[in-house]
Each structure stands twice: as C-alpha cells, then as structure tokens.
C-alpha cells in the first residue's frame, strides 16, 4: 500500500508522487528532460541550459517552459538543433 498523496505504478514499479517525481511525472513512467524538474505534475525547466537539446534557448521563462528562437515551447520541450521545439 502507498501512502497518502502517491500512487502504485507498475513501470517503474513502486509507489511514487505523479506531482513531484521527474522519473514519473503525471503519469507513471512519464520522464521529465535531464534537468527538469517535475512540479504540479509538470516537467519545467529550471535554467536556460536545460531547454538544449541541440541548440542554445532564449530563455527559460517564469513558469518554467523553454523559450526557442522566440516561440515559447510546450510543458516538457526543449530546443531541437534547428531551434524548434521538441
């Protein structure tokens, strides 16, 4: 039995808190990006150098999502190498 405020995932197996745990994150299994963090069921990036996964962000903005060539990405995207999000 889990505690309160986690639930039994079978992959990973364990309990685990889908509102904090970057390994499952939302959902079981579901992994943030290296350097994300996973907030409210969330992964959001915490410094402009985590949003590169191929090219360099603007920014990293105030409610934690990556900012490439411009355009503000979705919950859990990074920069690609063309500078898109992805």
């Known amino acids: 039995a889990c505690t309160a405020g986690e639930v039994c995932c079978q992959t990973p197996a364990g309990c685990t808190n889908l509102d904090a745990d970057p390994q499952s994150c939302g959902a079981c299994g579901r992994e943030c990006p290296p350097g994300f963090d ?3 069921s969330e992964c959001i ?3 402009a150098a985590d949003c590169n ?3 360099a962000a603007d920014e990293c903005d105030g409610a ?4 490439c060539s411009s355009v ?3 919950e859990g995207e990074r920069c690609q190498a ?3 999000c992805g």
Do not use: K, P
């Open 45 to 47: 990036c915490t410094d």
């Open 82 to 84: 063309d500078g898109s």
């Open 53 to 55: 996964a191929g090219s």
């Open 38 to 40: 996973c907030q409210a």
């Open 72 to 74: 503000t990405c979705a």
């Open 64 to 67: 934690g999502r990556c900012v």
